[in-house]
């Protein structure tokens, strides 16, 4: 044997192997071992190995491990052995010993390598998931590292991998709920990479309940007092929420920014803070400012800024902002959160704005940061977030620009506190280039797009010195532009300037009306400077520009056409746009540009603002036009535009016609809706009523039927005294009945008084009218008049003769009343009678008959009425149409006729009435009640003239 290994080159015996041949023979006994102890020990060794010989082990060892994952998955012992030897050869964790021989960067792609090789069979992966299915710490937690270094190296491979994999995110989600901290720290790191980069695995880790799981752990790890957990909970948040619109959503609609606000309880004593809870509260100040990035969509971050102004978490930043002991690095973080917070949120910024610090005397929370960013011993950072936050407090806030700027007027001035315009003034117009470039950018945020603003800051005054008379800070930030201070300053008035003078031609004119400004522009336009002064030329043409734009050329010597003659005399309009184009050609506009937060390594390197860039983009364009345009094309412009506007005039005029006739439409149509739905309604109780009507006939009917056949059967002994019993309270019924009829008959009476005078102002109109028909060129014959209205006297008279019907109708219920008070009392006398039962029993049938034909009386009577309400309804039409009998008088014949069927009805139903009670007499004559005969004969006499009537009115037809 020993000869053999001496011929193949082996090493002499009594040698140590190399660690490569070690680690062949370990992988050989891996292969062929058949007892699980042996492959057990072998892959033990390569675990020990792995780390020092961590390429010749990753080379020979790789395949036969993933055999032992794949068909050794009973034992967790060698499944964990395993899994540990593959992280070491993956990772790039290395050790002291190996840092020396070794840079990192080449740890990073061995593991690289590794890591691709042992992603070429994607099965790898998923039997990687299914072993972290398991509950045993042996092989759990090993899977877990592995998985993680497969992410850090093949982040998007392994991600496409899971998440194509049934229940894979779910699986690793359910790492957090382990109870074995080290299993549930790790898990973090795994989703941290899991999470990196990927929205779809985002959305799907935050609808497992990551959100809640994640902040359960933050408050049991003791919130910002918590360690290294807290800060991986926090990293996950942050990954979750950035620059994904779904899942911010879905945290704020959970509730669980309300949840936030106990991070920030920081107690009285500031002093002593950990470096831990200065990284944890940082990362808790980010994950707010996530919330409400100015470039999330407007809706998702003003929705987030009100719900964090109704919890109470802004008023907990502001609390922090003003304490005392906070490192400055938390504080400069926590200003650039207040300020993206209050951002474009009117109600936020109204809050901001009443916050005080807890000074003697107090003062507003903006005055103190103010004094922090003029003063040039405070941290540069901490200036520029100052900046952005009085920046932020302003934006679309036109009720801050007004308190602003009224600080500076000289009716607010107040000598004994310090304002904000104050501060302002005195940091642009300090030795620093810093604080004046950041105290005219927080001028020119005072004036963005708010014109009236721009004139007021017209009439801020500033003194200069003793003896000297006050100028205007407009005419003081020329004269420090001409006195050539240093570029950031003089770039920082410039802003201002173009600033304050861009839709301002107030602010113009007062600009121009100064004889030496134009002349210092065209000097410095037209001078050949170094590099360093061409942003300075730019920015000097675009408000020269700006001067020429919004001209209205209320000064002779400085209108449009003059200035544009002067740039091509003295300067040349090519070379003007040239210097124009500096502007947008410098590398740090591009920068400032991409978001609003000043972004600066250093001082020197702060010379634009974010929303004067946008103000470059919109004015160069049309400046370049205007300066090429001429004054034949001005006017046309001008005259186009007049136009226009009169043509906005117009249009807006009809949009408010067309608005009011929207309002009237509607109106009307609700109208009519609102009479559809009472037509509706009455129609509907009009057929119940008919219907109700039917019914009450068709029981009459049965009941009479009824009484006919009782009429022939007697009851027994017995049977009439129990009948005899109940006949009083019958007639009782009966008596209120009665009462009730006459109530009815005084109503219909007095319905008929009130047709009477209708008829009586019908025959007023026709008399009118007459004058105006024989005028007419198709009028009516004075005898078609004479006779229609002989027609309406005998309308009337028949009307008259109802009503004295109504009222002998209303004394014969009085009589009848009295008759049935006596059949009660003669009924009740009788019962006492034995003789008298087979009479009684007579009498007690009739008297029941007797209440039934009341009913029916009753009924008939509501008819009447019903009858009476129509025919008054009829007499309105016919008023209607004797206005129409002006134009048709044959429709007015045909209305008369009419009229006439409704009144034969009515009299058809007094006669019914008349014979109704004729019955109700009759009722009485058989119950023994004597019925005088005159009352007969005016019942006969009622009947005549309900004949004679009827006479009246066919003789009236056939003549007519």
Partial sequence: MNFLRGVMGGQATGSQPSGAETIHKLCDRVASSTLLDDRRDAVRALKSLSKKYRVEVGNQAMDQLIHVLKTDRSDSEIIGYALDTLYNIVS?????????????????????????????????????????????????????????????????????????????VSRLMDLLADSREVIRNDGLLLLQQL??????????????????????????????????????????????????????????????????????????????????KVTNLHLMLQLVRVLVSPVNP???????????????????????????????????????????????????????????APSNPPRPAIVVLLMSMVNERQPFVLRCAVLYCFQCFLYKNQKGQGEIVATLLPSTIDANSISAGQLLCGGLFSQDSL???????????????????????????????????????LQQCTNILSQGSKVQTRVGLLMLLCTWLSNCPIAVMHFLHNQANVPFLTAQISENLSEDEHLVQGLCALLLGICIYFNDNSLENYTKEKLKQLIEKRIGKENFIEKLGYISKHELYSKAGQKPQPSFSTPEQMLFDHEFTKLVKELEVLIIKSIHKSSEDEKKEEEVKKTLEQHDSIVTQYKELIREQDTQINELNQQVMSLTSQNEHLQSSVMQQQL?????????????????????????????????GIQSEEVCSLREQVEDLKKQTEILKGQLEERDYVIESLHSGQLAVMPREQTASDGITEDQTSHLRKELESLQSQLQSQSAQISKLQNEKRELRHKLEKATAATSSASGDSGGTANSSDSEVKILGLKKDVDRLKEDVKALTESKASMEQQLASANSTIAILQTDKSKLQTELSESKKEQDDLLVLLADQDQKILALKSRLKELGEPVDDEDEMESGDQDDDVDDSHGDDDEEDEQS
């Fill in 298 to 356: 407007p809706g998702a971050t003003s929705s987030c800024q009100k719900t964090m102004f109704q919890c109470g978490l802004l008023q907990q930043l502001c609390t922090i902002l003003m304490a005392t002991g906070v490192p400055a690095d938390i504080l400069t973080e926590t200003i650039n959160t207040v300020s993206e917070v209050i951002r474009g949120s009117q109600t936020n910024q109204d809050y901001f704005a009443s916050v005080s």
């Fill in 92 to 168: 790039s964790d290395l050790e002291e010993e190996e840092q020396e021989e070794n840079t990192t960067k080449h740890s990073d792609d061995v593991g690289s390598q590794f890591a691709e090789i042992f992603m070429k069979d994607q099965e790898n992966v998923t039997l990687l998931l299914s072993i972290l299915e398991e509950f045993d710490f042996h092989a759990r937690w090993p899977g877990v590292k592995l998985l993680t270094a497969l992410l850090k190296h093949q982040g998007s491979q392994v991600q496409q991998i899971i998440l194509v994999s049934p229940m894979g």
């Fill in 195 to 276: 999470a990196k980069g990927n929205a779809a695995i985002q959305k799907i880790v935050a609808f497992e309940n990551a959100f809640e799981r994640l902040l359960d752990i933050i408050t049991e790890e003791g919130n910002s007092d918590g360690g290294i957990v807290v800060e991986d909970c926090l990293l996950l948040l942050n990954n979750l929420l950035k620059n994904n619109n779904s899942n911010q959503n879905f945290f704020k609609e959970g509730s669980y920014i309300q949840r936030m606000k106990p991070w920030f309880e920081v107690g009285d004593d500031n002093s002593g803070w950990s470096a831990q």
């Fill in 692 to 724: 109700q009507i039917q019914q009450h006939k068709d029981q009459y009917n049965l009941l009479k039927v009824q009484l006919g056949k009782d009429s022939h059967h007697h009851n027994s002994h017995n049977e009439t005294v129990q009948v005899n």
């Fill in 435 to 473: 604080s004046n470039w950041c105290a005219a950018v927080a001028l020119a945020h005072a004036l963005l797009e708010n014109s009236t603003q721009k004139e007021q800051l017209l009439r801020v005054q500033l003194a200069t010195s003793l003896g000297n008379p006050p100028v205007s800070l």
